[in-house]
């Protein structure tokens, strides 16, 4: 799980500092600003410098000006080297193929089978589609194997699950861990078939 991580902070000769910095600015690039904020208040002053030490390394491009001490910083405004982005990103692509892999394939309704790992509907193919998890799940691993914990239980307790774009989209793990902690009290449990 953290081997992508692994290998990119030896190949840039980054410290977790820094990986977590650059993954706060991304997220603050994205509207969630909290956990830089918060990062900031640890750093105690010190987030210049380290943009400084991600500039020398090259991983942000040097045509960006870094903010004079005691001005605004404006994550919007980092522009990092688009080959580290790639393979910042690659990893997206292997949490999405894990999340696949652990998604039930099928499912039968009234003795008809549908596939339950569809992502056409929602997504141009599933390289978008796991770009679009890791963007939702902000690239964490923990939360992505809570979420793969949380299919396993689906599976072995006999959830329903929708097709994999809906899931996605949905955020479908919300409602599988509501379910499984007992929390889905707005179960219809007067449905009637329709004929």
């Not at 039930?104 to 997504?123: I, M």
Request: a negative charge; proline letters at 4%.
């Amino acid at each position: 799980m953290f081997e992508n991580e692994l290998v990119l902070m030896e190949k840039y000769k980054i410290n977790p500092t820094e990986l977590f910095t650059i993954r706060f600015i991304l997220m603050a690039q994205d509207g969630e600003y909290e956990p830089l904020k918060r990062l900031n208040a640890i750093l105690d002053g010190g987030l210049r410098l380290i943009l400084e030490k991600l500039q020398s390394k090259g991983i942000i491009i040097q045509a960006y000006k870094l903010p004079k001490p005691g001005t605004q910083f404006i994550p919007e405004d980092v522009q990092f080297n688009k080959n580290f982005i790639k393979q910042f990103y690659r990893a997206s692509f292997e949490i999405g193929e894990e999340l696949f892999e652990a998604y039930p394939q099928f499912t039968v309704v009234q003795g008809a089978t549908y596939n339950l790992r569809r992502v056409s509907k929602k997504f141009n193919d599933l390289e978008d589609a796991f770009a679009k998890y890791a963007k939702i799940i902000k690239n964490d691993p923990e939360k992505h194997q809570e979420i793969i914990d949380l299919i396993a239980w689906g599976i072995e307790n006999g959830y329903n699950f929708t097709t994999l774009d809906d899931f996605i989209c949905d955020r479908g793990w919300t409602a599988l861990e509501a379910f499984k902690n007992g929390n889905g009290t707005n179960v219809n449990t007067n449905a009637i078939r329709m004929i």
